[in-house]
């Protein structure tokens, strides 16, 4: 089983409608982000959560929001969609006691909104 | 200015080869360098991370960073065409722990 899990994997959908993306981890991780990725900008960072109490706006947050359920779990809700949100998305952890601290990502979810 | 800038590519190298991948960053307080490896519509795999100026070296993967000129670098020898691939530099600063990561570099390894 994945360390990382988000679903859907892949979500097509029209403008307007509400939609959740959900990500769980069995890694133990205090630190859990939301990134989209779009073709030729790289991975843009949404929201980050250092706990579950601590709920942090990234670089794009505009249209998204976030709820940290528990340790393990961290869902992006897009309230409203719009054509322009169609991208690749990935969660990914942390684990703040370690130095390096690289981020482990999962698998993605293929977001289309019509 | 971005935080960290790669050229997109594509790279051509051909099998056996050398290749080398570059990046530049903005933020001189940037402590951790990492390099990921990513194929079409999966997602970002570490390969290795850095934080001490000069070269590290794992299996076939050599990174080299220079703190003075804000400059990381991969190398990959023998390269093989599973090789292909969009390798992504991200950097981030200790206490802070946002990352920042380039746009990506295509790389193709031709048989």
């Known amino acids: 089983d994945a360390d990382v899990t988000q679903t859907p994997r892949n979500r097509i959908t029209k403008t307007g409608k509400r939609i959740m993306l959900e990500c769980s981890q069995t890694?133990?991780?205090?630190?859990m982000y939301w990134y989209r990725q779009d073709p030729g900008l790289g991975l843009r960072l949404i929201y980050y959560?250092?706990?579950?109490?601590?709920?942090n706006k990234g670089e794009i947050s505009d249209g998204y929001s976030v709820s940290r359920q528990a340790q393990a779990k961290f869902s992006l809700s897009l309230e409203s969609a719009i054509p322009n949100q169609t991208a690749l998305y990935f969660c990914?952890?942390?684990?703040?006691?370690?130095?390096?601290?690289?981020?482990?990502f999962g698998d993605g979810t293929r977001l289309s909104i019509l | 200015q971005k935080e960290v800038e790669q050229n997109s590519g594509p790279l051509s190298v051909p099998e056996g080869a050398i290749a080398s991948l570059n990046c530049t960053y903005s933020?001189?307080?940037?402590?951790?360098f990492f390099w990921y490896r990513q194929y079409s519509g999966k997602s970002p795999e570490l390969i290795m991370f850095?934080?001490?100026?000069g070269d590290k070296e794992d299996g076939r993967f050599t990174a080299q960073l220079n703190k003075a000129s804000q400059y990381v670098s991969l190398l990959i020898r023998d390269s093989q065409p599973s090789d292909s691939a969009t390798y992504l530099c991200?950097?981030?600063?200790?206490?802070?722990?946002?990352?920042?990561f380039g746009s990506g570099t295509k790389l193709n390894v031709k048989p």
């Open positions: 991200a950097v981030s600063r200790w206490g802070f722990n946002k990352f920042y």
């Open positions: 850095i934080y001490s100026n």
């Open positions: 890694k133990g991780h205090d630190r």
């Open positions: 990914a952890t942390s684990d703040p006691r370690t130095e390096d601290q690289p981020q482990h």
């Open positions: 933020d001189r307080g940037s402590q951790s």
């Open positions: 959560s250092f706990d579950v109490k601590d709920i």
